[in-house]
């Protein structure tokens, strides 16, 4: 019976010191340093598939960077950080789990995750950052915790809780063919439709600002974008389809007065636009690459650059 015990002893001790060892390599994995009280994650060196962030890490500061392996990410508690690239091209990436006590994603935080579907924003998140979640070419799915004060989804789409911005719109949203941007929107996120899939028509009801640059536009590259409408006269900075290859009427507003450059650029289909009265310049290669439009003669009230 002594025997029995003795090899049962010796057994849960083998057990537990195995797996002791498994916790500790695991945790090597880890690479951090300190600032202050905050504990930055700034490399993992592990191959694992599905990937625990330790409880004390409070900021992620592109630790995971190309990792070929990672499935998945589950981050500790108190993450309440995300610095841009942190999650940069992770080829594999199916899932992240984000921290309930995470408040900021940076810019490009996501960048190159083209296997991830669904992301949801925690209640406490406060700031995202511009194209966070570009070239997750497979997003279908952004939800934001209920109770959150500074987010919400409509249309789909990822808005400020005071629907003054819009920030992403899923690439492979299926669930609509047509997206009205509300008159509240003031700014629109870079990239928040880049190669959309499915929207085939946009309204746009407000005067807002693309906050995109070169080739980050708002609505580059949209694959079935036939249609546009401006409700509103655009008085700001104008919004950008460029490469919407498909792309065949545009419908300005009377007030209307600049076609901004590269506006419309590489848009090959676009056959049908009207020109306001009021308009009165047409900027550098604001139609370049489109094909198919025949541009009138226009007098000497409008300049044409």
């Given at each position: 019976m002594k025997k029995k015990y003795y090899m049962t002893f010796i057994f849960v001790v083998m057990f537990c010191i195995c797996n002791m060892h498994i916790a500790v390599g695991a945790?090597?994995?880890?690479?951090?340093?300190k600032d202050g009280r905050d504990i930055i994650?700034?490399?993992?060196?592990?191959?694992?598939s599905t990937v625990y962030v330790p409880q004390n890490v409070t900021i992620i500061n592109g630790a995971?960077?190309?990792?070929?392996?990672?499935?998945?990410?589950?981050?500790g508690r108190n993450v309440k950080n995300i610095y841009d690239g942190s999650f940069n091209n992770l080829k594999n990436l199916k899932s992240v789990?984000?921290?309930?006590?995470?408040?900021l994603i940076?810019?490009?935080?996501f960048k190159k995750c083209p296997k991830v579907k669904k992301i949801v924003i925690p209640k406490r998140c406060e700031s995202i950052g511009d194209w966070a979640f570009t070239g997750c070419t497979n997003l279908q799915t952004l939800k934001v915790e209920k109770g959150s004060k500074y987010f919400k989804i409509l249309q789909g789409a990822l808005f400020s809780k005071d629907k003054k911005e819009l920030i992403c719109y899923p690439r492979k949203n299926k669930s609509r063919k047509s997206f009205t941007v509300p008159k509240s929107v003031k700014v629109i996120a870079s990239n928040a439709f880049k190669n959309n899939c499915y929207i085939e028509k946009i309204v746009v009801k407000g005067d807002a600002y693309d906050g995109g640059y070169d080739d980050i536009k708002a609505f580059t590259g949209m694959k079935k974008l036939k249609t546009v409408i401006f409700k509103t006269?655009?008085?700001?900075?104008?919004?950008?389809?460029?490469?919407?290859k498909k792309l065949k009427t545009v419908k300005l507003k009377e007030g209307t007065q600049k076609i901004g450059k590269k506006q419309f650029q590489g848009c090959e289909n676009l056959v049908n636009i009207?020109?306001?009265?009021?308009?009165?310049v047409i900027e550098k290669k604001a139609f370049e690459g489109c094909k198919k439009l025949k541009l009138p003669i226009f007098d000497d009230n409008i300049k044409v650059n």
């Open positions: 945790t090597s994995y880890f690479e951090t340093k994650l700034t490399k993992y060196t592990g191959n694992s995971f960077c190309n990792n070929k392996h990672i499935k998945k990410i589950i981050l789990v984000l921290s309930k006590n995470l408040k940076e810019k490009g935080a006269k655009q008085e700001r900075d104008n919004i950008c389809f460029r490469k919407c009207n020109f306001p009265k009021s308009l009165k």
